[in-house]
């Protein structure tokens, strides 16, 4: 199984300042068709979970471009480059090259 | 519009069964590649099966092999998950979702709101 592990676990961020969250994976996530399937998921309380970037760096469709994703093989980061009170919530990453695997989440909170 | 309805939860004693619905609308569930997720209170998000479009292969996460089914009904756009031998650590949320990774064939990334499903005598 492809295993996701996330770093921070919990990430207090002052409002207008940047945040950064790492996501690792156990064994990297090209898949054979030269695609990397990596997704960013947001978690606002009390909501279902949204995808915010897929295949590592594109934005959803209405998500604001302060997002962003990078990475390659098994190192990604999504970055948030002006943290906003909306952005509160947790962040999940998520493998799609073998069924489906999550890290285990960052909570983003308000200092 | 498109929406995803999860229905069916509630509260059953372990080793019970309890048969989840999603509810599709605004496209044909059938054929896309479709998924069940679950969160444990408090907890992160787990992926717990998916069904493809064409039916199969079904795969199922490890914590809930041989006690889940997933299946669907075409004419009710409707997709199930079938739970048996339920254990208190099955106690979650349960969403319905499509978990997309982007492809040109894929739906966009569509969740229902979850139907929580507690294990506990």
């Known amino acids: 199984d492809v295993v996701m592990t996330q770093s921070p676990l919990s990430l207090p961020v002052t409002l207008g300042q940047p945040a950064s969250i790492s996501c690792r994976s156990s064994q990297s996530l090209v898949y054979s068709d030269g695609n990397t399937y990596l997704n960013w998921f947001q978690q606002r309380p009390g909501q279902s979970p949204r995808r915010l970037i897929y295949?590592?760096?594109h934005r959803d469709s209405g998500v604001p471009d302060r997002f962003s994703g990078s990475g390659s093989g098994t190192d990604f980061t999504l970055k948030i480059s002006r943290v906003e009170a909306e952005d509160v919530g947790v962040y999940y990453c998520m493998q799609g090259i073998h069924r489906r695997t999550f890290g285990q989440g960052t909570k983003v909170e308000i200092k | 519009e498109v929406q995803l309805v999860e229905s069916g939860g509630g509260l059953v004693q372990p080793g019970g069964s309890l048969r989840l619905s999603c509810a599709a609308s605004g496209f044909s569930l059938s054929s896309y590649e479709m998924n069940w997720v679950r969160q444990a209170p408090g907890q992160g998000l787990e992926w717990v099966s998916s069904i493809w479009s064409s039916g199969s292969p079904l795969n199922y996460a490890e914590s809930v092999q041989g006690r889940f089914t997933i299946s669907r009904d075409s004419a009710k756009n409707s997709l199930y998950l079938q739970m048996n031998s339920l254990r208190t650590e099955d106690t979650a949320v349960y969403y319905c979702?499509?978990?997309?990774?982007?492809?040109?064939?894929?739906?966009?990334?569509?969740w229902g709101l979850g139907t929580l499903v507690t294990v506990s005598s």
């Open positions: 295949q590592v760096s």
């Open positions: 979702a499509s978990l997309s990774l982007g492809r040109a064939w894929e739906l966009p990334d569509y």
